[in-house]
């Protein structure tokens, strides 16, 4: 692995210094969540990170692959909102009324529309309302969760495994918090006549009126979703998204001790994450970022260059926590062709990989002469095994 100090000059434009040195530093942000993730929805630039690919049980915030599945349905055209499900005995015990659970108390052998039932999910977190939609979608509840786990793999979500839909404690199924936000992000990015769903503050239905379980949304802080939960395994979670001066950031937290300690963690994370960080071009499009070195070719290195500009997120305090560098395995074997993948600008804030960039090459190298590559050859020798 060959590592490239950035060019300072364009850089510096800006008053920022990016190191060439390893990651180091604290977080710029403290919370009590045991795990934490937060990303910027434009850009998808990690803004925190506090143990993200830790394992845990999503409890009812899985019900965002839920509505997921749900959700592509309706855009491919196999549902519409009009389509309706009947209420099993099934769900009804297991999610309704008799469950003492969060539910929409659909009842027994009703039919229910499938809007109806997105809006029991979204705003109530209808342990029924999901249980109904898996029975009606896919003959079985289990037959659904493997559904969602499939679609799970389909959007890049390679650890969350579900064994039902709603949620409830079952050996097996987890997530993590790093994949609850960019399940998030998607539903954003992907639904957005479906999203506005989890913005709604209350729902009446069948002569019922209940509030959205999500504590952002009574905040006034710019908050439209998503989800919350709580389990004995992995204690109180939140996935939720804050707007503020044409900037989003997605977060998911769990491991608090309880759903005033979620709500009050939840609203500092977010309410940072849109105050704290402007964004910055630093390569403007077909600029060269750097050089990587060349075995065997015309010239020694090859200038590489990112698919167009490069933004980042920047904090606006403590910007000496900013490191950055280019990553790539080499050195590369010529011949190199323009436009070939080479490797990556990595950009950490303190401790966190925040941004990582692919970069191309920004010409052609041809093969060099034979002293030239007999050279390379013995430079290689001497210093390689020093990577």
């Known amino acids: ?73 309706i855009k491919s055209g196999r549902l519409n909102l009009d389509d309706t499900f009947v209420v099993s005995e099934n769900a009804w015990r297991k999610g309704g009324a008799p469950s003492g659970t969060s539910t929409m108390f659909a009842k027994l052998k009703s039919s229910i529309r499938l809007e109806d039932l997105i809006q029991g999910v979204t705003v109530q977190a209808a342990n029924d309302g999901c249980i109904i939609i898996a029975e009606g979608m896919s003959g079985s509840e289990d037959n ?23 949620g409830l404690p079952a050996d097996g199924q987890q997530t993590t918090v790093r994949e609850l936000a960019q399940l998030a992000l998607h539903l954003w990015r992907d639904y957005p006549d479906f999203y506005r769903y989890y913005g709604q503050k209350d729902f009446t239905w069948n002569k019922i009126s209940q509030r959205n379980r999500n504590p952002l949304l009574a905040m006034d802080i710019g908050a439209d979703g998503l989800a919350v939960g709580a389990s004995e395994a992995a204690g109180f979670g939140i996935v939720g998204t804050v707007s503020h001066n044409g900037t989003r950031v997605i977060a998911a937290m769990s491991g608090l001790a309880s759903d005033k300690e979620r709500a009050e963690e939840a609203r500092k994370l977010l309410d940072w994450g849109v105050r704290s960080f402007e964004k910055t071009e630093i390569f403007a499009r077909d600029e060269v970022v750097g050089e990587a070195q060349v075995f065997g070719g015309a010239k020694p290195g090859v200038m590489l260059k990112a698919k167009g500009p490069i933004d980042i997120f920047l ?73």
């Open 144 to 166: 659904f969760a493997a559904q969602m786990t499939e679609r799970a793999r389909q959007i890049g979500l390679k650890t969350s495994t579900f064994v039902n839909s709603t």
């Open 1 to 73: 692995m060959q590592f490239r100090l950035l060019p300072l000059a364009g850089l510096l434009v800006f008053g920022l210094l990016l190191f060439f040195q390893a990651p180091a530093g604290a977080q710029l942000f403290e919370t009590k969540a045991a795990q934490a993730f937060m990303i910027d929805a434009e850009t998808g630039t990690v803004l925190f990170s506090k143990d993200a690919d830790k394992p845990i049980p999503p409890a009812s915030m899985a019900k965002l692959m839920t509505m997921e599945v749900v959700f592509n349905a």
């Open 315 to 387: 904090p606006i305090t403590n910007r000496d926590k900013l490191t950055a560098r280019i990553v790539y395995d080499g050195p590369i074997a010529a011949p190199v062709e323009e436009g070939q993948p080479v490797g990556a600008l990595r950009v950490w804030i303190g401790d966190t990989l925040s941004q990582e960039t692919p970069l191309f090459a920004a010409e052609s190298i041809g093969v060099g002469t034979l002293p030239q590559r007999a050279l390379d050859a013995v430079k290689e020798l001497a210093v390689g095994w020093l990577r």
